[in-house]
Structures are given as C-alpha cells and as structure tokens.
C-alpha cells in the first residue's frame, strides 16, 4: 500500500539506531555494576572489568547475604514498603471514592481543602518541629504515618472512579446497598488497574526514599535499606566497616558495594516491567485531569 | 455549600434522612481528612518561628517576635552567604533542568513513534522506563561507578584512549553537568508516557489527510504532531516554571561531595544542613517560607502568561 521513499527507509534506520544507543545507555551503567559485584577484587584493582565480569565469583554476594546489617535492613525495608503501600491505598481509596458523589453536602468544601495542600506546603522545618511535638522523631511509626497518602495519587484514583459509569452504582443504590457495600462490591473490583498503578507508585516511593529516615530517624536499626546504602557510599562510619571486614583502606571493597546496589535495585527491576501496562495508563490520567 | 438545597431543603428532618443514608461517606473520609489536618495543616503553625526568636523552652504562641518587624530572618537569610549560593544554584540547576531535561522526553517520544516495529518499540520503551525506578542513591552509586576518576568505567575508556581522566563528579562545572545528565537519564523515558499518550489521542485522519497532500514525516510531525501535543507541553512547562525555585532534596543530596559544595548546595539541602543538623530553626523556616511563597508566585505568573498567549492554564 505505502511505497516508502529511500529517504525515508534511511531515516527508519538512524531511528531503530538511536533508541537501540539509548536503550544501551540506560543498561550499561548497571551491568557494568553487576560485572564489578561478580568479579574478583584483582581485577577490579587493576581497572580491567568493562561489561563483562573476571575471575567470576558470588563471594561479594555471600558477604552480603552473610552480614545480618544488610539483611535486617533488606526484611525492614521489605516490611515497611508492604506496610505502607497497603495503608496508603486503602487511605487514598477512602479519600477518592465518596467525593464521586455529586450530591455529598460540604463537598465542594473538602476538594478545596484538599487542594490547598497541594499547593502550600509548611516547610522542611515546620514539619519537623511537628514530628518532634508528636514525638514520632525516631520512632519507626514516622516511616509510614507522614507520608501515608499523596493528593495526588488520590486524584488519579478519583479520576478513574469517575470513569466508571453512575448507571452502575445508581442500580446498586436503587436495589439498597449501603455506599460501603457498592464501594467493596462495584468499585474495588473494578479498579485494578489503577490500584496497581498506584500500588507501584507507593511502594516504589517507600522503597526509593530516604529523607524521611535520614532527618527523622536516629535508631540505626530503623535505618531504610537506601539510607543504608547511602551511608555506605560516602564511608560514613568507616571505621566501623574499615575494622569490620579487616581492610586497611576506608571504605568496602569496589565489588562488596556494587553487589550492595545490585541487591538493594533488583526487587524493583523485577517487578515493573510486569506492571507496565498499568501505570502507563496512571501516569496519562494524572496528567490529563491536573 | 450550593449543592445543599439540591438534596433537601435544609431542615432538620430530611438532614436525619440524609444522615442515615450517607454517613458511611464521611465516616470513610474521617481518617485522610485527620491525616491531612494532622500533617499538612498543623505544621502550618510552626511557620510563624519564621517571624520570631525561636526557644526550646517556650511554646510557639509565646515566643516573642523578631527584631525588624519579624523580619530580622529574612534579613539574615540575604546577608549569609551560603544561602545565597543555595539560591543560585537551585535557580541554575532547575533552569537547565528545564532547558535540557524538559525538552528530553518530548523528542524521545516523537521518535519513538516513528518507530515502525512494534515489538521493538515495546522493548525501547520498557528499557527507557527503568531509570525512574531506581533511587538516587543508587544512582549516584552507578555515576561513582562510570565516572570515577581512577576506576569509572567512562575514565577507563579515556585512559585507554591516552587522554586525561575528566574529574566528573569532583570539578564544579563538571559536575553540574554529569547531575543535569543525570537528571536526564532518570526522566526521559518516563516523561515520555505522557507525550505518547497524547499523541496517541490525535485523529489518525489528520495524518491520511498529509500524505495525501504529499506531506513527509517531518511535516508531518511539525504540522501535525507538535500541535498535537501542544496542551500537553503547556501544561507540562507551566508547572515546571511553577517549580523553578523549589526541586526536591533527594537529588541533590545524593549527589553532592564536599568538592563541589559551592555549585551543588540548593535550598533544600541548605534547609536540612543549617536547620536541622544546625538548629537554626528561626532562620531555615524563613527561607523555606520564602520558597513556598516564590514558587506560588512563580506558578500564578506561568498559568497567567500561558493564558495571555491564548493557552489551556493548569486551572
């Protein structure tokens, strides 16, 4: 049907091209990561491993596996992100579904209320000074409250609410079911997409962030796997590590804090791709309707 | 509010009437509307040590007001020097944030739908996403890696080649460019679903129509594409502009060293240092105040002009 010039055959070609340098760029940085955590410290130290490992080893990964630091850092970030990802859908759930209903006195209200803090936000400070007053300042309670919902992801859930059509839930009223009864039964099974999204966003957030242990929270036991790995990175108590593992340099081995990395970023890796086609969708709805 | 009489008449009656059947919708409320008093409103309280002589010892309501009307902190904040850098900086990052970060994702999605393999389109597109799911930390951690300069990957290959190492990370204005880099590297993909998406919501006819008329890929893309997914790129940059002076910590944070303080350090950074690590409370609440307060500023400013020139606002 379409006869395509040779022209434009040649630009298909510098097309498939470039995003196969870019898709190369965004990979090379981490197998060249995993190469270093899979080779052996000679070769490392000799600047010899490019994309590929030598001397192939797990020994960096056994040492990990090994230091119960970094595997009771692993299981409490593992904790906190179920924790919080279960919270903050069923918060932003309660939020987004009863302001669907038009005829919800004070509603209009409760959006602007909502939509304010979006807006105005107090402050590193303030919200601190607010932490300490709630006496949350170390406590591991100040890793899922402050952060249990975002307006944000509960206006992309509303927005989907919106799309699914009132003759549903109208029959369901007419036939009496209480709002909580057509919230469990019509809307909640209807919403995976968008719970998964979210799901994702929120874990994904809990997973990735660190501020929040960072300036509230003193308990090194409490501390998040990224604060962790943080602390590791810029020799932060090296001396501790130094004698730790018996090495006169500060700081780990260049392959212990690549297998770190790699350790800390695979759980993610491993489950985005399989949630794609949802938060693509998320991520246009939040747009489309800011 | 206006939908009351809508419902009923207001008396007191029909209210018990309409209270029996919609409780449930405000008992579901009852928790994120406390939590958004608790911890978005309340912390609104502690702004006000912005005007006054903080204390550990007195409640806020009692502490007593700054010198110069309660301005003596914004004073201060102008006359320290650091936070003046922490001033340019965040404007100076976020603005070339702003005019190579922004403009990323939208030609990243221009050429991708100029893709003709579906399969592979898919597999660009999967790869192109990761960057957004890792952290800063660990994107830091895979900078130190490729661009340390003894035994990063990219220093390796320059070595190899017989030039200098090219101290990345460690070298002002290098730096600034590896964390714009990187900024890049950890948007373009993801910043692109919206682009694609939109352009996905453009009549196929439009296009039929060109080709008919003899138009080639790259009028089409100009004339029909780009105008597109124009409402999109507006909206887009306005709450950039909106954002000009504000910008995340975790960023930053993650990035700096103590070489390149003088470039890297940014209001946020600036904030948590001074105000946390150093207990000026007073002080740092001003400049955070000061922030919130440009940025709405900066936001009204972009809706408003984005309208003069006949554009969607953001509202």
């Known amino acids: 049907m379409k006869i395509k010039s040779d022209a434009d055959k040649a630009w298909d070609v510098v097309f498939v091209l470039f995003c196969l340098v870019i898709s190369l760029m965004c990979v090379i940085p981490m197998i060249n990561l995993l190469a270093k955590s899979l080779s052996e410290t000679d070769y490392l130290v000799r600047n010899e491993v490019y994309l590929l490992p030598k001397g192939f080893n797990l020994n960096a990964y056994a040492t990990v596996l090994k230091d119960p630091k970094y595997i009771r850092a692993f299981v409490w970030t593992v904790f906190l992100t179920i924790v919080c990802t279960v919270l903050s859908l069923t918060m932003t759930t309660l939020c987004a579904f009863p302001l669907i209903f038009e005829n919800l006195r004070g509603r209009k209200a409760i959006n602007i209320f909502i939509t304010i803090t979006m807006f105005f936000n107090a402050g590193t400070i303030p919200n601190y000074l607010l932490m300490q007053k709630l006496n949350l300042l170390s406590n591991p309670l100040v890793l899922i409250i402050p952060g249990v919902m975002s307006v944000y992801n509960m206006i992309i859930m509303r927005s989907f609410f919106y799309g699914i059509p009132d003759s549903l839930r109208e029959s369901a009223e007419i036939d009496g079911a209480t709002f909580f009864e057509i919230l469990t039964k019509i809307y909640i099974p209807l919403s995976k997409p968008v719970m998964a999204t979210l799901a994702l966003f929120y874990a994904v957030g809990r997973w990735n962030g660190y501020s929040d242990a960072l300036m509230y929270m003193r308990e090194a036991k409490y501390y998040t796997l990224q604060l962790l790995l943080y602390n590791i990175i810029n020799n932060i108590n090296q001396v501790e590590v130094a004698t730790q593992e018996g090495f006169s340099t500060p700081g780990l081995s260049a392959s212990l804090k690549a297998a770190i990395v790699m350790f800390s970023t695979i759980p993610i890796l491993c489950i985005y791709p399989f949630l794609q086609k949802y938060f693509i969708h998320g991520v246009t709805m939040g747009a489309v309707k800011e | ?315």
């Open chain 2, 1 to 315: 509010m206006g939908k009351k009489s809508q419902t009923s008449s207001g008396n007191s009656k029909s209210f018990g009437v309409y209270m029996k059947r919609y409780w449930q919708l405000y008992a579901m409320l009852f928790l994120p509307l406390l939590y958004l008093t608790i911890f978005k409103y309340a912390p609104m309280v502690y702004v006000q040590i912005a005007f006054k002589k903080y204390s550990l010892v007195k409640s806020i309501w009692e502490l007593p007001l700054a010198d110069n009307h309660g301005f003596e902190f914004f004073i201060k904040a102008f006359k320290n020097n650091d936070f003046k850098y922490a001033l340019r900086n965040t404007l100076t990052l976020n603005l070339l944030d702003l005019l190579f970060g922004f403009p990323a994702p939208i030609i990243f999605a221009l050429i991708l739908n100029e893709l003709c393999f579906k399969h592979y389109k898919k597999v660009v597109q999967t790869i192109a996403y990761m960057p957004h799911f890792l952290s800063w930390v660990i994107i830091y951690s895979l900078a130190l890696q490729l661009l340390a300069p003894t035994d990063g990957l990219v220093n390796m290959v320059i070595s190899k080649m017989g030039f200098d190492p090219i101290p990345f990370l460690n070298d002002g204005k290098h730096w600034i460019g590896s964390y714009i880099g990187f900024g890049i590297w950890q948007n373009f993909g993801w910043g692109s679903i919206v682009y694609l998406a939109a352009i996905a919501g453009i009549n196929p006819e439009l296009y039929e129509a060109a080709s008919v008329d003899g138009a080639g890929r790259f009028r089409k893309m100009w004339h029909i594409t780009l105008p597109g997914i124009k409402p999109t790129i507006v909206v887009l940059l306005i709450m950039s502009l909106g954002n000009i002076l504000g910008g995340g910590f975790d960023r930053p944070f993650a990035f700096q060293n103590n070489l390149v303080m003088r470039v890297a350090d940014v209001i946020a950074t600036f904030v948590y240092r001074v105000g946390i690590k150093g207990l000026q409370f007073s002080l740092t609440t001003a400049v955070g105040l000061f922030q919130s307060v440009v940025g709405i500023f900066f936001l009204l400013m972009a809706n408003f002009i984005s309208r003069k020139l006949g554009e969607r606002g953001i509202w």
